[in-house]
């Protein structure tokens, strides 16, 4: 069974830092493309950032040289490193395993201006 679990959501002020996890289980996980998805209220889920097995990483423009994708296989875990955040930021973080309909729960990032 696929689970997928997400951490590390909060408030935050304009400029802070916050770093997501996302626990997998159930997945080949090093051989997994991974990605973080995030869904802002009345909008559509969108892609943020994506690292392949091979650690080759995409961003969304809105989010490039401020947020950072990594793995660590040994922990099956995904991160994503979210610095200089923006009121704009603020959604439901998700991580989701390549295009299959696996998602987590989801992990609140507020941040205030």
């Known amino acids: 069974q696929v689970q997928l679990v997400e951490s590390g959501g909060g408030l935050v002020q304009a400029g802070g830092s916050l770093r997501l996890s996302c626990a997998a289980s159930g997945i080949i996980f090093s051989m997994a493309v991974m990605g973080w998805y995030r869904q802002a209220p009345g909008k559509q889920r969108e892609l943020v950032a994506a690292?392949?097995?091979?650690?080759?990483?995409s961003y969304a423009d809105s989010v490039k040289g401020r947020f950072t994708i990594s793995r660590d296989n040994a922990k099956n875990t995904v991160y994503l490193q979210m610095n200089n955040l923006k009121p704009e930021d603020t959604a439901v973080y998700y991580c989701?395993?390549?295009?299959?309909?696996?998602w987590g729960q989801g992990t609140q990032v507020t941040v205030s201006s």
């Open positions: 989701r395993w390549g295009s299959y309909d696996y």
């Open positions: 690292i392949t097995s091979r650690n080759s990483t």
